[in-house]
Nanobody, 110 residues
Framework: VQVTESGGGLVQPGGSLRLSCSVS????????MDWHRQAPGKQREFVAR???????DYADSVKGRLTISRDNAKNTGYLQMNSLKPEDTAVYYC?????WGQGTQVTVSS
């Protein structure tokens, strides 16, 4: 099983990024997919989840700014991040069926 995140980088406050999560080795379409993040010196925290049905759930801190989605035909999930804030700076991790990727760094700074 492979879970691979991409799309991180450096962005100014108020900017946008789209993270991608490519999953192989499992039946992606029947599994939920999560995004978590871990900021320096802090515990990993939940960001968003998309269920196999397409229903979504978000942490209160990101509601209205981050949008999770999935393309089952491509075995890929996404996290569209808008109106980014410095406190969004973290390593972002994707997981599905209890398999995790290595993370992608997002830095929000002027």
């Amino acid at each position: 099983v492979q879970v691979t995140e991409s799309g991180g980088g450096l962005v100014q406050p108020g900017g946008s990024l789209r993270l991608s999560c490519s999953v192989s080795g499992i039946i992606f379409s029947i599994n939920a997919m999560d995004w978590h993040r871990q900021a320096p010196g802090k515990q990993r925290e939940f960001v968003a989840r998309i269920f196999s049905s397409g229903s979504t759930d978000y942490a209160d801190s990101v509601k209205g700014r981050l949008t999770i989605s999935r393309d089952n035909a491509k075995n890929t999930g996404y996290l569209q991040m808008n109106s980014l804030k410095p406190e969004d700076t973290a390593v972002y991790y994707c997981s599905s069926a209890n398999f995790w990727g290595q993370g992608t760094q997002v830095t929000v700074s002027s």
